[in-house]
């Protein structure tokens, strides 16, 4: 089992950065592959990005170069760096744990936290 915290999300200005962390607690972080996903207002959820348990990395099209996902095993934690955020990364960012398949697919994932907010302003 493992419980996922988001943080970090926040307002933010077209062009500005913002670093979201998801913290775990429970067993064997280091196995589990996560990804964050993000999720509009009236949309569906979709993939951000992703690092699997070896450590390759995986990015949505629309995020590539201006994001930068990392994870720390020792501290159970995953990071999310966002530069030149524009408006359209304006959602509800969730971390997702424990892929058993598609690392693009949120049905996927095992286990999600309850997301942070990020609203970028034009």
């Known amino acids: 089992q493992v419980q996922l915290v988001e943080s970090g999300g926040g307002l933010v200005q077209t062009g500005g950065s913002l670093r979201l962390r998801c913290a775990a607690s429970?067993?064997?972080?280091?196995?589990?592959?996560m990804a964050w996903f993000r999720q509009a207002p009236g949309k569906d959820r979709k993939f951000v990005s992703a690092?699997?348990?070896?450590?390759?990395?995986y990015y949505a099209d629309s995020v590539k170069g201006r994001f930068t996902i990392s994870r720390d095993n020792a501290k159970k934690t995953l990071d999310l760096q966002m530069n030149t955020l524009e408006p359209e990364d304006t959602a509800l960012y969730y971390c997702?744990?424990?892929?058993?398949?598609?690392?693009?697919?949120?049905?996927?994932?095992?286990?999600w936290g309850q997301g942070t907010q990020v609203t970028v302003s034009s």
């Open positions: 997702a744990a424990n892929s058993v398949g598609n690392y693009y697919s949120a049905g996927s994932y095992d286990y």
């Open positions: 429970g067993r064997s972080f280091e196995t589990y592959s």
């Open positions: 690092v699997a348990w070896d450590g390759t990395i």
